[in-house]
C-alpha cells in the first residue's frame, strides 16, 4: 500500500459524490475570485473531465456571465468531432447553461490549418484576457482542473515528450501525441504552475496504478502529473473517486472546503 507524503490535499470520495464535491470546490475559488476581481478565469480539460461538472448545471450561484473559460489542452479536430475537447465541454456543460458563448475562449482548427499558427493565435488570446489585466509573465488562472491520463500525462504534455521543458511559450503545439489525435494545443509547465488553484480530477479503476506514481513522485520518473507544482501560494488539491484511489493510503479527512 502505498502511503503519499503530507500535506496532501486529496480528497476521495465514492463516484456519485465526486461531482457535487467538485461543484462545491469550483464555486468557492468562483466566489473568491469574484469577490477579488470581478472576474473567474478557469481552464478546463477534457477526456473524462467534462462529465465530472455535470452538479454546476443547475446549480443557481454559478455566476455564468463572470466565467472567462480557457482550454488546457485540445484536441486538433473539427470543433464538433467527438475527440474535441470543446465539444466535450460544450455537451456536458455549456449547452445546457447561461454561458455568454464570447466567455469561451475555444481552439477552432477549422479558422487556421497550420498548427504553429493556432497555437500562437491561443496564447494571444491569453495575453488579451491576462497580460492586459494582470501584468504577469505568465497568466494567473483562479483555477485550472486537470484529469490524468493513466500513461501520467495532464493536459497534452506526455511523458518523454520534449514540451515537458518547455519554460517559455503559454501555449505549445504537438503533432506526434502518443494517445489519438496526434496533432494537439497545450497549455504549458509555467502556464499551470503559476495558476492560483489546481484540481486533478481522477475516478475510475482505469487510474489506480498511475495514481500512487505520481503522489510518490520520484524525480527519475518525470511523469508530467507529478510536475505540476503551483508556486507558492498557488495550490494544488486532488479529487478522485475510491475506485481511483484504492492502491492510495490516506487519512480520510472530512471534505471541508
Ligand atoms: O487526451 C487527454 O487526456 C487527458 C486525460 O483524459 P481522461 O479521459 O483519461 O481523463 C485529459 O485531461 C486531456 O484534456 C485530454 O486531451
Same mark, same amino acid.
Given at each position: ?38 472576474? +473567474? ?71 487556421? $490549418? ?61 503533432? $506526434? ?38 503522489? $510518490? ?21 486532488? +479529487?478522485? $473517486? ?7 493510503? +490516506? ?7
Amino acid at each position: 500500500m502505498h502511503h503519499p507524503p503530507n500535506p496532501l490535499l486529496l480528497y476521495s470520495f465514492p463516484s456519485d459524490d465526486l461531482p457535487r464535491a467538485l461543484a462545491d470546490f469550483v464555486l468557492k475559488a468562483q466566489k473568491e475570485s469574484i469577490e477579488k476581481k470581478g472576474r +473567474f478565469t478557469i481552464a478546463l480539460s477534457g477526456g473524462s473531465l467534462p462529465k465530472q461538472l455535470k452538479e454546476l448545471i443547475n446549480d443557481p450561484t454559478v455566476k455564468w456571465d463572470k466565467w472567462q473559460v480557457f482550454y488546457a489542452d485540445e484536441r486538433v479536430v473539427p470543433l464538433d468531432h467527438p475527440d474535441s475537447n470543446h465539444n466535450l465541454c460544450k455537451s456536458k456543460l455549456f449547452q445546457h447553461v447561461p454561458i455568454p458563448p464570447a466567455n469561451i475562449h475555444h481552439i477552432d482548427p477549422v479558422l487556421l $490549418d497550420d498548427i504553429e499558427e493556432l497555437a500562437d493565435a491561443y496564447e494571444k488570446e491569453l495575453i488579451r484576457e491576462f497580460a492586459q489585466k494582470d501584468s504577469a509573465r505568465f497568466p494567473v488562472f483562479d483555477l485550472i482542473l486537470l484529469g490524468l491520463g493513466e500513461d501520467g500525462h495532464t493536459c497534452s504534455l506526455f511523458p518523454g515528450h520534449e514540451l515537458i521543458t518547455e519554460s517559455d511559450r503559454w501555449v505549445a503545439y504537438l503533432e $506526434d501525441s502518443p494517445k489519438p489525435p496526434p496533432k494537439r494545443i497545450t497549455l504549458t509547465f509555467p502556464v499551470l504552475n503559476h495558476a492560483s488553484r489546481i484540481a486533478f480530477v481522477a475516478a475510475g479503476a482505469g487510474k489506480a496504478d498511475v495514481l500512487p506514481l505520481v503522489l $510518490d513522485n520520484p524525480e527519475e520518473r518525470k511523469l508530467p502529473a507529478s510536475l505540476v507544482k503551483p508556486a507558492h501560494p498557488g495550490q494544488l488539491y486532488w +479529487f478522485v $473517486d475510491d475506485a481511483a484511489s484504492v492502491n492510495v493510503a +490516506f487519512s480520510k479527512t472530512p471534505f471541508k472546503l
